[in-house]
C-alpha cells in the first residue's frame, strides 16, 4: 500500500512517528521528526507537497493564503 510505504520511508529517515489524517483526496499524513533531521526526511518525501506549519498556544490562525 502506498500509505505504508510513505509511512516507512519517513520511519527510515528519521520520522518518529505519524498519523493519517482527512480522508479521501483532502487527507495527509503528519510526521513528528526531530529539527536535526528535517531535511533528511523532506528529501526522501520530495515528490510530496510540504506544509509547514509551528504550534501556537493561542490556537490556530490563517496567517496567508497558498501561492
Known sequence: ???????????SAGAIGGKLLGAGGGGFILFFVEPDLQA???????????VPFRFESLGSQVKGGLK
Open 1 to 11: 500500500d502506498y500509505i505504508d510505504y510513505l509511512y516507512a520511508n519517513a520511519i
Open 40 to 50: 533528511r526526511v523532506k528529501e526522501r518525501l520530495s515528490s510530496l507537497l510540504h
